[in-house]
């Protein structure tokens, strides 16, 4: 009993490492391979998760390469696109981005062309950078800017603790638009009393300069703390701001994953076509 216990921690384990890292096409050829295999453990735990129930197996994916760039960045590059729109996903808390990525690749198929998504494995609001090939904001911000030439449409879209640097390098890098979900500030309180020495840069403050009327905090509109921190942040810096109604959670996304709509909210978020007040006052009246 205690052995198949340890089975299936592992194999849940795996796969949500799968979720976090991986694209649709990659996570539903593992999942083949481990039906493959025979490994009836390994099986269930894919079918139990949230990806595999949410994914549309039977229509084609989008056709991307995923590339690890550096530690830190992974890129989506969909190879038969003709038409160039990068999304940059700067991940929050734990490398993930409020619903598994699979997901988040699927939903962005029929509107971007590449994806390059930013982790910072210090859970520090990515003040301290990404590593080695970003060690802090400033340097981060640099290394986006290189990735982001050759587009004419660029969007940044951060969750959470990634939220506000998302905000900030789409106004630092004039972006197209900016999407900041479910913005958290950095509690430097709670850093202090675990023994750490914060970090004193702040990605996105009332300090900050530049033009963002092209970006938009969404909140959860009975999530009072998340609703809170998106109007003053949108107040500040002079953005738009949407609370979508009768949610509670933090976290944007999971509401749509589990009715099936994420697919025609990213198309919402990121059709440029699109103005940004529209787009916030679709989401007031609870998204498409």
Known sequence: MNTVHGLQKTAFRRVRQLETFSGPRGFLKKYLDVVASGDEIGAEAFRNSVSYQHLDHLVPQAAYQRTNVTSGIVEFRDIEAKNRKLVVLVTGR???????????VEALGRTASDILVLRDPFDDHYRSGIG????????LVKFVSE??????DRIVMGNSMGAGAAIAIAGKLQAKRGVGLSVVN????????GGKLPNPILPLCACQTGDFSQS?????????????RAATMSKMLGAQHADIPNEAGHGVLRPFVLSNRLRPLMALITDLRIP???VAARLRNGGP
Request: net charge negative; charged share 20%; hydrophobic share 40%.
């Open 94 to 104: 734990g490398l993930r981005f409020g619903c598994p990525l699979p997901l988040v």
């Open 132 to 139: 080695s090939a970003a060690p802090d904001f400033h340097s």
């Open 147 to 152: 990735r982001l030439r050759g587009y004419e």
């Open 186 to 193: 950095p509690w430097d309180i709670g850093r202090i009393i």
């Open 216 to 228: 938009l905090f969404i909140a959860n509109g009975d999530h009072v703390e998340d609703q809170t």
């Open 276 to 278: 940004l007040p529209y």
